[in-house]
């Protein structure tokens, strides 16, 4: 074999290494996809609101909680569960503890006299329930109504 025969074999060797590299990379990429979801409670029922605790924990196993984000937004009725005092509070901990985002309408609390004191000190907020909804959905969040 001659010297440029040798340069051209090791030039192809190399390029098929970076291409299968490149090809693993892919496949791990695919598998590990981000998953978003956000999840709708506007029940008031603590069978509703395990059911979503549920869904979301369940997600959470099924393709690693590091591979998908989980936000639950409470409005209406809904968002007497995410008082301090509420009937579903330590699985309200263990949600946030895992990484999930439960958050309160504050539209809804100003309409139900509620203020932050009032509730789990877990929970976050937002403007409006509806509203944050539609913005995820408009980014590519899947939508989970239990």
Same mark, same amino acid.
């Given at each position: 074999?001659?010297?440029? %025969?040798?340069?051209?074999?090791?030039?192809?060797?190399? %390029?098929? &290494?970076?291409?299968?590299?490149? =090809?693993?990379?892919?496949?791990?990429?695919?598998?590990?996809?981000?998953?978003? #979801? *956000?999840?709708?409670?506007?029940?008031?029922? !603590?069978?509703?609101? =395990?059911? $979503?605790?549920? =869904?979301?924990?369940?997600?959470?196993?099924? +393709?690693?909680? $590091?591979? *998908?984000?989980?936000?639950?937004?409470?409005?209406?009725?809904?968002?007497?569960?995410?008082?301090?005092?509420? !009937?579903? $509070? %330590?699985?309200?901990?263990?949600?946030?503890?895992?990484?999930?985002?439960?958050?309160?309408?504050? =539209? &809804?609390?100003?309409?139900?006299?509620?203020?932050?004191?009032?509730?789990?000190?877990? +929970?976050?907020? *937002?403007?409006?329930? *509806?509203?944050? #909804?539609?913005?995820?959905? %408009?980014?590519?969040? $899947?939508?989970?109504?239990?």
């Amino acid at each position: 074999m001659n010297r440029r %025969s040798f340069i051209q074999a090791g030039a192809l060797a190399a %390029s098929a &290494t970076l291409l299968i590299a490149a =090809n693993a990379q892919t496949t791990v990429a695919a598998t590990q996809k981000r998953h978003k #979801i *956000v999840i709708q409670v506007s029940d008031a029922d !603590p069978a509703k609101w =395990n059911l $979503a605790l549920n =869904n979301a924990r369940n997600l959470q196993d099924d +393709v690693g909680a $590091a591979h *998908v984000d989980v936000e639950i937004v409470a409005y209406g009725p809904g968002i007497g569960m995410l008082k301090f005092d509420a !009937p579903v $509070a %330590s699985r309200i901990s263990d949600a946030s503890k895992a990484g999930v985002k439960v958050l309160a309408c504050e =539209n &809804t609390m100003r309409g139900q006299k509620l203020t932050k004191d009032d509730m789990h000190a877990a +929970v976050g907020y *937002v403007p409006a329930g *509806v509203t944050e #909804i539609m913005k995820k959905q %408009s980014e590519g969040w $899947a939508y989970l109504r239990p």
